[in-house]
């Protein structure tokens, strides 16, 4: 935890995490945060598990009170382009340069090191016992749903606003009868048989398969 890497004399300790990996639209977003060791931010639960408005409201008083905070974007393309793993460490990568300070060690939820430095730390439910991570979860989620929204503007059949980019009834429909918009990741397998309208298909040497 960030107590006890401090404790260890490593000032710096920053939580990241990511969202938007199962989206169909949109890009991945990797949130880095860096809090202070003698503060508390409550109701510090993973993004998903709070509503909007909670999220919302505790992105203000997040940003507010954090020593450091950065997002880091890897866009549709370059999810189409570099395949999921290398756009997740290219979206941490920005995140963490986006501190503006290098960071003595880093908290990654899950049980995948996509930093890779050698100073990292692993966490699986990383969002529940990790401050830094709960809120570079809120952050990241904040960010990237404001992304969406504003882009619902632009793509109103897909329903962004609702949905975020992940997979839902309406959205399904939408590719179905329009085929994909420009910000929906083309290389992936569910794209197979979508109509095209104009819109080149995304090849990779490695497709993305379908586990997503």
């Not at 996509?114 to 100073?119: A, H, K, L, S, T």
């Not at 960010?143 to 309406?170: L, Q, S, V």
Request: aromatic fraction near 6%; charged fraction near 30%.
């Amino acid at each position: 935890s960030e107590r006890a890497r401090g404790e260890r004399g490593e000032r710096s300790v920053v939580g990241t995490d990511e969202v938007g990996r199962g989206a169909r639209a949109g890009p991945l977003t990797i949130g880095a945060v860096g809090l202070p060791m003698n503060r508390r931010v409550y109701k510090r639960r993973d993004s998903k598990l709070l509503t909007e408005v909670e999220r919302e409201s505790l992105f203000e008083r997040i940003v507010e009170w954090v020593d450091l905070w950065s997002i880091g974007h890897a866009t549709h393309e370059e999810c189409d382009l570099l395949g999921m793993s290398e756009a997740q460490r290219l979206a941490a990568r920005r995140a963490l340069e986006g501190l503006g300070v290098e960071a003595d060690h880093v908290l990654v939820d899950g049980n995948w090191d996509f930093i890779g430095n050698g100073r990292t730390t692993t966490l699986i439910k990383g969002d529940a016992r990790s401050l830094s991570i709960a809120s570079a979860s809120i952050l990241a989620k904040v960010t990237r749903d404001r992304m969406m929204r504003a882009d619902d503007e632009h793509f109103p059949a897909f329903n962004f606003r609702g949905n975020k980019g992940y997979p839902c009834p309406i959205h399904t429909a939408a590719l179905q009868v329009a085929g994909p918009s420009m910000i929906h990741r083309r290389s992936w397998a569910f794209m197979d048989g979508l109509p095209w309208n104009g819109l080149r298909r995304q090849e990779r040497p490695t497709p993305q398969g379908t586990l997503f």
